[in-house]
């Protein structure tokens, strides 16, 4: 009996495929050529799916009437009416290319395109299209097909050896449930995934899914419907055609200049509602070329909403080159229309029409009236008082909300079976069928990548849980677990060795035990200890952090002390770049002296926008010496400079020994800062504000020892801002002032992040580029200005094939004013992102608005390190 039973539930299952009912068949141009990502649509269900590559579709529905769309980009949309019955209906459908109407408009020599004034009112209601819906949900089945289509030589033989093929096909494909509440919440769940070899992220389009054109920018690039577009793209009529009965226009856009940012292609906008009706354009990252093709649907009424979106990602770096293709079919729509505004609100063009009369209530600020007014009375209205009606509609929202300043609330979470699901569900699932390569590409990939899954997570865990002691984590470090909150990172003595003439070589044993109770309390104590063979001096000293709160609120205290080796300016050389130099070409950048101390500090931050810090420190500084002349080669008519840094407002020979009790206090405020959240948590948006900083310096004489005496007072800025539509421009400066220096010393100077070495500072406002590192350090006024200018095209970029490889020029300025600075200004040019990794700076230096020097200077791609971007 117990045999019988199974037997029939397993014939059961085996014939659930063949009990299935709905429609299949090919989609198909007129020439007989499959029409791969083809949108269906089946208005009765609010959902829908779209072919394969091979054109092939198959899509479940119950038995019943249906009215299903079809559609693909530049085909005349069709139509059909099925009636679904016990199983398949087999619908294959053949396209015709999409008839554009010219007749409808007359386009006079002179005339200002028609274009302009469709883009003016498509421009004037994108808010409103952002606005319409209170709420709604969708599903998300999204698909990613990879392959790598060009191998360099160079690495022919490696992937050979490694067993990569490089002509399988990489397909990903995942379910997500997705969620939108006005003004600004967006969640999402992962509720299956499953992957041929690795997930990748590297062309993810979910920053592209969860924007919209509607916005001003879509990924960083500027939006055809943004309020700037005028100032970044033409526009060009290309006719009309009739679909459901409205009239839909055909407009090309083209970039004034094109480049990265920027999008070129062809965008249908529905007549007299202003919305998209679908879209292709390409815009380029770093010199990617990135593809979108968007199709809309009528969901509810007169709301349109993404039905199927197509990414192309494709492009090269070092001669290997790939594409990845994504298809994102939304379905199962479910929409709260927001009953304050209509959807047929009668928009007038000024430019082309007579204004209407203006509507006071949108003049006076009252947006209630005024929302009534445009949307309830049907009173006419001009492009310009509805934009400030949404606008201040939005306003008002977002004030009501709480959160002004929060531009986007995004929840993101995954499943716990997300990775789970087997084969029959995939089937019951996935609205858009297989093509064979990826079919035997999930047969090819699945016991591997589950297999390297497994391993990658029992990675993550020995790494999170510490590793058992190894001999040769003395030479290069590990990571341990020593409890259930506590854990110790140990750096290992072979990254530690290091060489300068004041020590000679040096080595120094350091680690850190962090100690963590929750997200919001943490402790971190890091002792050091250090000796110098040339010297034979044991240094040693203990950091110790203690954070309390979340990070938008945090609290830290930090103590520290000991006897330790310092530089006069902790920042100017690292220890690294100082070893090399001095070991192989013999320059001694770096400057030290002795330091036995102990201080205590705390800083405070209220939701990223404001931090307040005070720190008071006791120490003892005394001179030191070079001990070593040694170097790998010794270059003619070279040698080491002694340990003395060279200064133009003091006297050569040194520095007195001192004793200082000094205490400092800064305040540091981003008025206009905005974030986004992140499942709760707070992200500040560090480009919406400039960032203002005071602080206050003083030496107090005859406490404690002390000797020095002196009040300094210094202001700072940072911010990032554009010049117009073709360049923006990152400022970093400093001004201060000393006060009361009648006991002051060298050690307490204000010094300046200068630079000897061929290589660029990481950020592109962080430091001079020639300036010497201690030459113009000072003990009276100052200031300091550095300036970055980031063209769209300048002199080279003035070919687009240059810009859209990803090739940057840029413009840097940089001014020091000291006693004896006399004006010292530097000019550079650089050539940036070569290769997308690499920048290459020309630098002239000037003094008493003469030229001095020039140089060469070598870093990574700002775009990489410069904190602004």
Excluded: C
Excluded at 7 to 27: D, E, H, N, R, Y
Excluded at 114 to 141: C, F, G, W
Aim: hydrophobic share 35%; no cysteine.
């Amino acid at each position: 009996m117990l045999k019988q039973q199974f037997f029939v539930a397993l014939l059961l299952l085996f014939s659930l495929p063949s009990m299935a009912q709905g429609i299949k068949g090919t989609i198909k141009d007129d020439k007989g050529e499959a029409l791969p990502f083809a949108s269906i649509y089946v208005k009765e269900v609010g959902s829908g799916t779209s072919s394969n590559l091979d054109g092939f579709y198959e899509y479940r529905l119950k038995p019943g009437d249906y009215q299903v769309t079809y559609q693909f980009m530049g085909y005349a949309t069709v139509i059909k009416n099925i009636k679904v019955g016990a199983g398949f209906e087999t619908v294959s459908i053949v396209m015709n290319p999409q008839v554009i109407n010219l007749a409808s408009v007359t386009v006079e020599a002179k005339a200002e395109d028609p274009s302009y004034t469709i883009m003016r009112k498509a421009i004037a209601k994108a808010e409103y299209h952002l606005l319409q819906n209170d709420s709604y949900s969708a599903e998300v089945y999204m698909k990613g097909t990879g392959q790598i289509t060009k191998v360099p030589w160079l690495l022919r033989k490696t992937f050979e050896k490694e067993g990569i093929d490089t002509s399988q096909v990489f397909t990903s494909e995942s379910v997500s449930e997705i969620y939108f509440e006005r003004p600004n919440t967006f969640k999402e769940k992962v509720i299956s995934v499953r992957t041929t070899g690795q997930e990748s992220d590297n062309a993810n389009p979910n920053a592209y899914i969860n924007s919209s054109f509607y916005l001003p920018d879509v990924v960083n690039a500027v939006s055809p419907l943004s309020p700037r577009a005028f100032s970044y793209y033409k526009f060009k009529y290309e006719g009309s055609f009739r679909e459901r009965g409205y009239e839909i226009n055909k407009i090309r856009v083209t970039p004034r200049s094109k480049g990265d940012d920027l999008f070129e292609g062809v965008i249908y906008i529905r007549e007299d509602f202003w919305n998209i009706h679908s879209l292709d354009l390409t815009t380029s990252l770093m010199g990617f070329q990135i593809r979108i093709e968007q199709i809309f649907a009528p969901i509810k009424g007169e709301i349109w909403m993404p039905v199927t979106q197509k990414f192309e990602f494709s492009g090269s770096i070092f001669g290997l080159a790939g594409s990845y293709n994504y298809l994102a079919s939304v379905s199962d729509y479910t929409v709260t229309e927001n009953e304050d505004l209509d959807p047929s609100v009668i928009l007038i063009d000024e430019k082309i029409q007579a204004a209407p009369e203006e509507i006071q209530a949108i003049k006076s600020g009252n947006v209630e009236e005024g929302v009534n007014q445009v949307f309830k009375e049907d009173q006419e209205v001009s492009r310009k008082q509805f934009k400030k009606l949404m606008k201040e509609y939005d306003k008002e929202e977002r004030k009501e909300a709480g959160e002004v300043d929060v531009v986007s609330d995004y929840y993101f979470n995954i499943d716990s079976l997300a990775t789970k699901k087997d084969s029959l569900y995939w089937v019951s699932r996935r609205p858009v069928p297989l093509t064979k390569k990826e079919v035997v590409g999930y047969q090819r990939e699945d016991s591997t990548y589950f297999a390297d899954k497994a391993k990658a997570e029992a990675d993550t865990l020995r790494l999170k849980n510490g590793a058992k002691f190894k001999a040769k984590d003395i030479l290069f470090g590990s990571y341990y677990k020593l409890g259930d909150r506590l854990r110790f990172n140990f750096a290992g003595f072979v990254p530690r060795l290091r060489f300068n003439t004041v020590e000679g070589f040096n080595l120094d044993f350091t680690g850190t035990f962090s100690w963590r109770q929750d997200t919001t309390t943490n402790l971190r104590i890091s002792p050091f200890i250090r000796y110098g063979f040339s010297g034979e001096q044991l240094y040693g000293k203990v950091e110790s952090v203690f954070g309390i709160g979340k990070n938008q609120q945090r609290g830290t205290f930090r103590v520290q002390g000991g006897n330790y080796i310092e530089q006069f300016n902790p920042t100017s050389i690292d220890d690294l770049s100082n070893s090399l130099y001095s070991l192989l070409a013999e320059k001694n950048f770096a400057k030290f002296y002795e330091k036995t101390y102990a201080n205590v500090s705390f800083a405070k931050r209220f939701r990223y926008r404001y931090t307040v810090g005070a720190k008071l420190e006791w120490a003892s500084r005394s001179e030191l010496f070079n001990t070593t002349d040694f170097s790998i080669f010794d270059i003619e008519n070279r040698e080491y400079k002694t340990n003395q840094p060279i200064n133009n407002e003091t006297v050569v020979g040194g520095f007195e020994d001192s004793k200082a009790l000094i205490s400092s206090f800064s305040f540091t405020v981003k008025p206009w800062l905005k974030f986004r959240k992140y499942n709760g948590r707070l992200i500040p948006l560090d480009n919406s504000s400039p960032s203002f900083r005071l602080s206050y310096k003083k030496a107090f004489n005859d406490v404690l020892g002390s000797e020095t005496q002196f009040d300094q007072l210094e202001f700072g800025l940072k911010t990032t801002f554009d010049l117009g539509v073709r360049a923006k421009i990152d400022v970093e400066g400093e001004a201060g002032k000393f006060f009361n220096t009648s006991q002051m010393l060298f050690t307490d100077f204000k010094h300046f992040q200068g630079n000897r070495l061929p290589f660029t500072p990481m950020s592109v406002t962080g430091g001079f580029r020639m300036l010497d590192y201690y030459k113009y350090s000072t003990s009276d006024d100052y200031a300091s200005v550095f300036t970055h200018i980031r063209f769209r095209k300048f002199l080279f970029t003035q070919l687009p094939m240059l810009r859209l490889s990803g090739l940057k020029e840029n413009l840097f300025v940089n001014y020091l004013a000291t006693p004896t600075s006399d004006n010292y200004t530097e000019l550079g040019y650089t050539i940036d992102n070569i290769f997308r990794v690499l920048r290459v700076e020309f630098v002239q230096s000037f003094q008493g608005w003469k030229a001095k020097d020039f140089g060469v200077r070598i870093g990574v791609a700002a775009i990489i390190g410069n904190s602004n971007d």
